[in-house]
């Protein structure tokens, strides 16, 4: 049987992403929802969660584009010296692997977003991070201590697609970063003893994920469960002015709520599940 997770992040990013997650949700077939804490509306986030019931999210944790959430001077190898993070992952990788990034900080910053969401009072099934960042074996390592201190018992495991390699630059680029660290990564998960998807979509397509694409993606899901990451959203004015890397969240808001790919999944016989349902397959 093919089973499908659809898990939007990003809630709490701005406003007008978290009305299109929101819209996704109710409207589409977004299964699953992941909030980011070190979002500027989070606190919106927080009473749309509310608003919709949730029964469960995923933490979404940050180290690039937003603001920290604990006090910039604890955190100097983090921030830039406006006191936010580096506006890209690539400039906050950069610094790590030149060794100038502090684990300890890193650590602190992370426990206090999980220490953030913990307050929404809503169980906390699967963690994963904002640009994939987690990717990276030593701030995986760091993950995985902390859902298992906050007993989250999933964590999100990019990796490899299938296919051909893709010709678009963007895509190829992204399958190179995915053969670099999927191994390693898995290597970690798997003695980590926390759960993941058999499967994992959206990487490839992430930022860009139409209605087109998202339908290839159903027709090629193997047997098992796979996650698709999304990024829905409503293309409010501080997704222009901050948040360029979303300025195709409409697409695929349009996509998620197509009937064409709700179709898709029908004549796929493709079930839609969340993470609370694979665990509870897993006895988790």
């Known amino acids: 049987m093919k089973k499908l997770i659809v898990n939007a992040d990003d809630l709490g990013l701005a406003k007008s992403i978290n009305e299109g997650i929101a819209r996704a949700c109710r409207e589409g077939i977004v299964t699953f929802i992941s909030p980011i804490p070190s979002g500027e509306a989070f606190d919106d986030a ?8 949730l029964e469960e999210i995923g933490a979404h944790l940050a180290l690039s584009e937003t603001v920290p959430v604990t006090d910039p001077a604890r955190i100097p190898t983090l921030v830039t010296k406006e006191g936010r993070f580096y506006p890209h992952h690539n400039e906050f990788l950069l610094k790590f692997f030149l060794g100038m990034v502090k684990r300890d900080e890193i650590y602190l910053e992370l426990k206090n977003q999980l220490e953030r969401l913990r307050k929404l009072n809503i169980r906390i099934t699967n963690i994963s991070s904002h640009e994939h960042v987690h990717m ?12 298992k201190e906050y007993d989250i018992p999933s ?8 296919g051909p390699v893709p010709l678009a630059p963007a895509k190829f680029y ?13 290597d970690i998960a798997r003695k980590s003893g926390l759960a993941y998807t058999g499967h994992f979509r959206g990487f490839l397509d992430s930022g860009d994920l139409n209605e087109g ?4 993606i159903i027709g090629g899901l193997q047997d ?3 996650e698709l990451v999304c990024h829905p959203g409503f293309l409010g004015p501080e997704v222009v002015d901050r948040y360029r890397w979303h300025i195709n969240c409409e697409t695929e808001l349009f996509a998620l709520t197509s009937p064409r790919v709700r179709k898709a999944l029908d004549n796929k016989s493709v079930k ?12 988790a």
């Open 46 to 53: 927080a009473r749309l969660a509310a608003e919709l019931k």
């Open 155 to 162: 964590i999100r495991y990019p990796r490899g697609e299938g």
């Open 174 to 186: 992204r399958s190179i970063v995915l053969s670099c660290f999927e191994k390693r990564m898995g």
């Open 272 to 283: 839609l599940i969340s993470y609370k349902d694979l665990l509870l397959e897993r006895g």
């Open 224 to 226: 098992g469960t796979t």
């Open 213 to 216: 694409a998202l339908i290839g």
């Open 136 to 147: 990276v074996p030593e701030i995986l390592k760091i993950f995985v201590r902390l859902a």
